[in-house]
DNA sequence: CGGTTACCCTGGATGC
DNA sequence: TGCATCCAGGGTAACC
């Protein structure tokens, strides 16, 4: 589920509840998202009585730093974070209980592909970070990005979601960042012109700002905030879930394709907006 | 080595 | 109603 802005809003909205505070205990409900040799037994016992000093995003990694160690938990599609109640309660993972105030922070993940790992200090997480992943997508300048791109014979949409290229960009803002640059998904990444790929540069921190602002992207069932509430991005954005409604730039109907590349996944553009590559 | 697919999981929507 | 099929915002191991 989450990507980039959904990631940040969750961090955001955790901090107030988490930051500064001790951990008074840490169930944990599933053992199955545990990498490495932890245990949920190993775990809670670590984790409980720990002080979190900080809470951090890196690309779409949720990091819960602590005199304990370093939490890091990866949502992928839909893990999700909640300070209310939750709403899929057969799915809770995780349960913070904060010892100031007695108030529970839940983790739930319905299809069970979230990661949860712990690292013994910020070095070992931001290394085991670095190993798969580039720079983060709000702030990689347009050199390193295309430099990056140049190396690639690939399309420009599975690069642009490659967290090795660069970290945080998923489905839904790669075809967003696209269409807001121009550029048609099955482009050749390292085939980009100067102007081209300067678009592309100032449109990633663009829309994922606008995202973020937002809050997020919500549809169906999955992604709320910690409070509940619905992203309200998909109801602003440019191509994503729009297939067959008009383009908000020049009224041509929103195609939806399956490119090479991506196997499985959807990718929406304009073909007007973002001419097919000849 | 770069690029592509097969698969990991589960639940909801849709079709017969 | 029941059952099969497809789809989903992510990521990695194995393969060509």
Redesign the pocket.
């Given at each position: 589920?989450?990507?980039l802005p959904?990631v940040e809003t969750m961090v955001r909205g955790l901090r107030p509840a988490l930051q500064g505070q001790e951990v008074g205990r840490l169930e944990v409900l599933d053992g199955?998202l545990l990498e490495g040799d932890l245990t949920p037994e190993s775990l809670g016992a670590t984790f409980s009585g720990a002080s979190v000093d900080r809470l951090e995003r890196r690309?779409?990694w949720v990091v819960v730093l602590s005199d304990r160690g370093v939490l890091v938990i990866?949502p992928?599609?839909?893990g999700g974070f909640w300070l209310v109640s939750p709403e899929?309660s057969?799915?809770v993972r995780l349960i913070f209980s904060v010892a100031s105030n007695k108030r529970q922070v839940w983790f739930t993940d319905?299809?069970?592909?979230a990661r949860i790992a712990l690292y013994a200090d910020m070095d070992a997480a931001e290394a085991a970070f670095a190993r798969?992943h580039g720079p983060d997508a709000l702030t990689i300048p347009l050199a390193v990005l295309m430099e990056r791109l140049r190396?690639?014979?690939?399309?420009i949409k599975?690069s642009l979601?490659d967290?090795k290229v660069l970290a945080g960009?998923?489905?839904?803002y790669a075809d967003e960042i696209l269409h807001r640059a121009r550029i048609h998904p099955e482009r050749v990444a390292s085939a980009l012109t100067d102007a081209e790929g300067e678009r592309l540069a100032a449109a990633i921190p663009e829309v994922l700002a606008e995202a973020i602002a937002a809050e997020?992207?919500?549809?169906?069932?999955?992604?709320k905030t910690v409070l509940g509430l619905e992203?309200g991005f998909l109801a602003e954005n440019a191509v994503y879930g729009r297939a067959g409604k008009p383009c908000r730039v020049c009224g041509e109907a929103i195609v939806r394709a399956k490119i090479?590349?991506?196997?499985?996944?959807?990718t929406y553009s304009c073909p007007t907006c973002q001419p097919p590559p000849a």
């Open positions: 589920m989450p990507e959904e199955h690309g779409k990866q992928r599609m839909t899929q057969q799915h319905a299809r069970r592909l798969s190396k690639t014979s690939r399309s599975p979601m967290q960009i998923g489905n839904i997020g992207s919500s549809f169906d069932a999955g992604y992203g090479v590349g991506l196997t499985g996944r959807s």
